[in-house]
């Protein structure tokens, strides 16, 4: 993990840069997201806005490790369930199986800390493949967890999961009113996107995307390949995780069908959506498709809504491979070019630090 | 080009946001939410529930009170979270006041924990059917004109030990709350007339192989009780008849209805002489039964005879838009006296008389069926008998039918 590549000059630049090109995109965006409850209803504001940065989240974690470390998962969700059910086991639930009551600031980080390490697990079985068979290998994880959970009764108390899961009443709030859900959603996407922004400019972030171009030469040079990728799973493990509980806080409840199969594709079509090359990708995409789960049904009915949702999808895809981000590459202005994706001329500057797309 | 595309662009987000405001345009209209499974496994099945609601609709000539009866729909996939997602969609976005829905057990269940955080939005169920939707710890605005899956079973647990003989029944059925509520209610009457279950099998909704399932029934058991749904249903027949399974069946609500009847394979002969139970009978010759049989199939792609997700949803939908006539339309006090008239409502529906309990669930009329094959050569239910008046503790006092217990995987057991 040593600094090889960048002299103190070089980091500095890249530093002031940084500042100026966080400027206007980044706080236009923030200063949208933080008026946004004065213009958005209550169902906008939570079942669009705070369930959109939920599986923005989520879909984050799977960003950070598809398109930084190489290693697309389909497990991300039951990352994010497993955090999702030891909050209903330590926490209350009336299903009347556990419900140990515990408070908020001990499950919390409790179920945190379970989530990352099975992300670490997962990621230590998955890291000794590549490419396709990770994908096949982590969806293979998510299967057998989505049926286990469902038979296992003693644990995760089977087909019906557990109901009645309510987020805390801490510093004279309900978190669970829409206005509160709203904000905390916000401050822990915005914790987790930045960083992630952060964390790919590190010396780790650098190396993992280095390991994801060339495995064999990192290794070679001495890093130990493994190691930095487990280390990867488990940060991603970390957001998606606090997406797991904000998730149960938001639904309410935990069942095998918030694991399955559907919803783990759900979160790998909101990345791809989006664009897997800067860590904004993902919660756009998770806007736009929350907005076409919720509304498609409204513009053609019940019959056909679905096929409404894959033909939208289908068609951002097909015009752009990289997603909504893509796009943007595509039709932004020319000026301001830099202010969104701050890394897009690094490769020419330092050679490991972007894709090499 | 690139202004044009971006153009495009543009347009297509903005129609994606305003789409939601069209649904609000129209305002003199009264707003009933319909939610269903339009997707996933049940997709079929809450087409179908959709049909009985819209004849219900047809019937009144879509119109209550004056006022002109606008339908809107909600989707889930039959699991509780996107029912409840559904749910709210239609409550806080569409803003209905009135919402008839979702179909399968655990999403009753959810729905109505949903109802409590809305106190001035009323729910009446749609074909949900688990116990404890109503029984235990119920929400005021849940009402459920339907009755529930261990009502459907009433007669059958005393017409397999009595008229067929069968003292040990081994039951297999799928692992949820619906089936363990079915289990409940043909246990109840079966074991009271002394009947035994040594063995009990539970298997996950869309389980294709089912040896080993069929491996455990004991080989000393009477009969089978199966308690399954459409391609579970035909699956497990299938395999057990090539297993060369000799144990007559009896069957669960929905599991010998007309997706399962209709299919192919060699389970006929396995399957004629299946008794079953439940709120609805193929061969009902009642006039009131075949004249609402009639309107329904001139609803689009319905079925030969309305199947019970129909007529669940016909029946709620047609308690709620005769209790809004009651009432002029007026649910501007937050639906209290539209809930008063609700709790109140008696009336009768094609397959006799409904009213309501203290819990706001139904008392009804159920139909114990057998299969048999008719002139044709096709499978029904022939009606045996009608079991009057059914109500949610099954004809126990309330206080011991509570001290029986929540249904579940062990609950009731008489080995």
Redesign the interface.
């Given at each position: 993990m040593t600094d090889v590549t960048l002299d103190p000059a070089v980091r500095r630049r890249q530093s002031r840069n940084w500042l100026e090109k966080a400027g206007i995109g980044h706080i236009l965006l923030a200063f949208f997201l933080l008026i946004y409850p004065a213009m958005a209803s209550d169902f906008f504001l939570t079942q669009i806005g705070g369930y959109s940065l939920v599986l923005g989240m989520i879909a984050l974690s799977l960003m950070l490790l598809a398109g930084y470390g190489g290693m697309v998962s389909l497990a991300q969700i039951t990352v994010a369930g497993a955090a999702g059910y030891v909050v209903a086991i330590f926490g209350e639930n009336n299903s009347g199986v556990y419900g140990f009551g515990w408070p908020w600031w001990i499950y919390g980080p409790l179920a945190i800390m379970i989530a990352s390490l099975m992300s670490a697990v997962i990621g230590w079985i998955a890291v000794r493949t590549e490419g396709i068979y990770t994908i096949m290998i982590t969806l293979a994880v998510a299967t057998a967890c989505f049926y286990f959970a469902q038979q296992n009764y003693a644990l995760f108390n089977g087909f019906p999961g557990y109901n009645g899961l309510r987020a805390p009443d801490a510093f004279g709030l309900n978190w669970r009113d829409p206005v509160p859900f709203y904000y905390l959603c916000l401050a822990n996407a915005v914790v987790a996107y930045v960083a992630v922004l952060y964390g790919a400019r590190s010396t780790f972030g650098l190396t993992l995307q280095a390991v994801r171009d060339n495995q064999r030469r990192m290794r070679a040079i001495g890093f130990n390949v493994t190691a930095h990728k487990v280390f990867a799973w488990w940060l991603a493990g970390l957001i998606a995780g606090a997406a797991g509980i904000l998730l149960v806080w938001f639904n309410g409840r935990i069942s095998p069908g918030t694991i399955a199969v559907g919803p783990s594709i759900n979160i790998l079509v909101i990345a791809i959506i989006g664009g897997l090359r800067h860590p904004i990708g993902p919660f756009l995409g998770a806007v736009i498709v929350v907005l076409m789960q919720t509304f498609a049904i409204d513009i053609v009915g019940a019959e056909r809504f679905n096929t409404l949702i894959g033909l939208v999808f289908l068609v951002i895809v097909f015009i752009s491979p990289d997603g909504i981000l893509g796009l943007w590459e595509r039709f932004k202005p020319q000026e301001g070019r830099d202010s969104w994706r701050s890394f897009k001329k690094a490769p020419n500057t330092d050679g490991n630090q972007g894709r090499n797309a | 080009m690139?202004i044009n595309?971006?153009t495009l662009?543009a347009l297509a987000l903005a129609?994606?946001?305003s789409?939601?405001a069209?649904?609000v345009a129209q305002a003199e209209s009264i707003k009933i939410g319909l939610l269903?499974t339009?997707?996933g496994a049940f997709t079929v099945l809450g087409?179908d529930s959709?049909r009985g609601a819209l004849t219900a609709v047809d019937e009144f000539g879509g119109k209550v009170a004056g006022n002109d009866i606008e339908i809107v729909?909600?989707?889930s996939?039959a699991?509780?979270?996107?029912a409840?997602?559904a749910a709210?969609?239609l409550v806080?976005?569409d803003g209905v006041k009135v919402l008839i829905g979702p179909l399968s057990g655990?999403e009753g269940?959810?729905v109505k924990?949903?109802a409590k955080t809305q106190p001035d939005v009323t729910f009446l169920n749609g074909s949900s059917a688990a116990q404890d939707t109503t029984l235990r710890?119920p929400a005021e605005n849940f009402f459920r004109f339907s009755t529930d899956g261990a009502q459907w079973m009433a007669g059958l647990g005393d017409y397999a030990f009595n008229e067929k003989g069968y003292q040990k029944v081994a039951t297999v059925a799928e692992?949820?709350?619906f089936p363990y509520t079915q289990v409940f209610g043909f246990m109840a009457e079966f074991c009271k007339a002394g009947g035994t279950v040594p063995s009990k099998s539970w298997v996950?909704?869309g389980n294709k192989d089912y040896s080993s399932v069929i491996a455990a029934i004991p080989d000393d058991v009477d009969a089978i009780y199966v308690a399954l749904g459409g391609a579970d249903a035909v699956n497990f027949l299938s395999q057990y008849n090539d297993a060369g399974g000799q144990a007559p069946l009896i069957g669960g609500s929905i599991t010998v209805d007309q997706t399962v009847l209709t299919a192919k394979g060699r389970m006929r002969d396995v399957l004629i002489g299946t008794p079953a139970a439940g709120p609805t009978a193929d061969t009902n010759d009642a006039e009131a039964w075949t004249e609402f049989s009639a309107a329904y199939k001139k609803q689009d792609g319905a079925f030969p005879s309305p199947s019970l997700f129909a007529h669940a949803y016909y029946i709620n939908m047609k308690a709620a838009l005769l209790a809004l006539d009651e009432v002029g339309g007026d649910l501007s006090d937050g639906g209290k006296k539209f809930r008063e008239a609700l709790s109140n409502l008696e009336f009768e529906t094609p397959t006799g008389k409904v009213s309501l309990d203290e819990n706001r669930n139904a008392i009804a009329d159920m139909f114990l069926t057998e299969v048999s094959e008719a002139d044709d050569g096709t499978l029904v239910n022939k009606l045996i008998k009608v079991t009057p008046q059914v109500n949610q503790t099954l004809g126990i006092p309330k206080d011991e039918f509570l001290a029986l217990g929540?249904v579940s995987?062990e609950n009731p057991s008489c080995p």
């Open positions: - | 690139n595309r971006r662009l129609t994606g946001m789409a939601p069209f649904a269903a339009f997707e087409e959709e729909k909600g989707s996939d699991s509780p979270d996107s409840v997602r709210r969609k806080e976005q655990d269940i959810a924990d949903y710890d692992d949820y709350s996950p909704i929540a995987r």
